[in-house]
C-alpha cells in the first residue's frame, strides 16, 4: 500500500516581510492551511523544511516557520543549508522510515529549493506531486514571479511531477492522495 506525505519547503518569515514580500504570499499561505487541514484530517504525515544561513539565521524571527502554517507537535522539521531538501539532512531516512512512496510538495521558493527538491525526490523513487499553485518566488530581472512559477509548473510537469491545484488534492486516510472528482 503506497503512503503519502506533505512536504512544505522554506515557508519562514523573512519570505513575508513588507519591504520585499514573496509574489502572492497571502494566497500561498491559504492554500498552504488549506493543504494541512487535508492532511492532518486524514492522519497524513506532514514534514516541514526550515532552510539556515545568513539571511535565516537559526532562532530568529526571520528563520521561524510562518505562523499561520506552524508545525503541530509530531510534525518533523528538516533542517536544511542548500536549496536541495534532501542533500545532508535525514529527509529520505525519515521518508523510508514511514515507508513514504507519494510526495504532495508545496513552498518556497519556486527555482530554487522547490525544483531541486522535485528533481531529487523522483531521482530517489518517489511519486511527486506538486501543488501547482502552492510554491512561490519574487521577481528576477528578467522574469516575474509569476511566469518562472509557470515555466517550472511547465517544465517539472513535463518531466518530473504530476501537478494539482490545491483544490484538487484530498488525501485518503494515509495511503494515498486522491484528486477531487470534481476536477478530473
Given at each position: 500500500m503506497k503512503k503519502t506525505a506533505l512536504l512544505i519547503i522554506d515557508v519562514q518569515n523573512a519570505m513575508f516581510d513588507d519591504s520585499n514580500p514573496i509574489y502572492d504570499g497571502?494566497?500561498?499561505?491559504?492554500?498552504?492551511?488549506?493543504?494541512?487541514?487535508?492532511?492532518?484530517?486524514?492522519s497524513i504525515p506532514i514534514f516541514y523544511v526550515q532552510h539556515n544561513d545568513e539571511e535565516f539565521i537559526t532562532g530568529t524571527p526571520p528563520w521561524e516557520i510562518h505562523p499561520s502554517i506552524a508545525p503541530k507537535k509530531g510534525e518533523i522539521i528538516i533542517q536544511k543549508q542548500t536549496p536541495d531538501s534532501f542533500h545532508h539532512?535525514?529527509?529520505?531516512?525519515?521518508?523510508?522510515?514511514?515507508?513514504?512512496?507519494?510526495?504532495?510538495?508545496?513552498?518556497?521558493?519556486?527555482e530554487y529549493c522547490v525544483d531541486t527538491t522535485c528533481?531529487?525526490?523522483?531521482?530517489?523513487?518517489?511519486?511527486?506531486?506538486?501543488?501547482?499553485?502552492?510554491?512561490?518566488?519574487?521577481?528576477?530581472?528578467?522574469?516575474?514571479?509569476?511566469?518562472?512559477?509557470?515555466h517550472h509548473n511547465e517544465v517539472l510537469g513535463n518531466a518530473f511531477v504530476s501537478l494539482r491545484a490545491t483544490i484538487e488534492i484530498q488525501f485518503n486516510?494515509?495511503?494515498?492522495?486522491?484528486?477531487?472528482?470534481?476536477y478530473i
Open positions: 497571502e494566497q500561498l499561505l491559504n492554500n498552504i492551511q488549506y493543504l494541512l487541514n487535508q492532511a492532518r484530517s486524514s539532512t535525514e529527509l529520505h531516512q525519515m521518508l523510508q522510515a514511514q515507508q513514504i512512496d507519494d510526495l504532495v510538495i508545496a513552498g518556497n521558493q519556486t528533481r531529487h525526490a523522483v531521482s530517489l523513487g518517489y511519486n511527486v506531486t506538486l501543488v501547482r499553485d502552492a510554491h512561490r518566488t519574487w521577481d528576477s530581472n528578467t522574469l516575474s514571479a509569476k511566469q518562472i512559477i509557470d486516510n494515509n495511503e494515498n492522495i486522491k484528486i477531487n472528482p470534481r
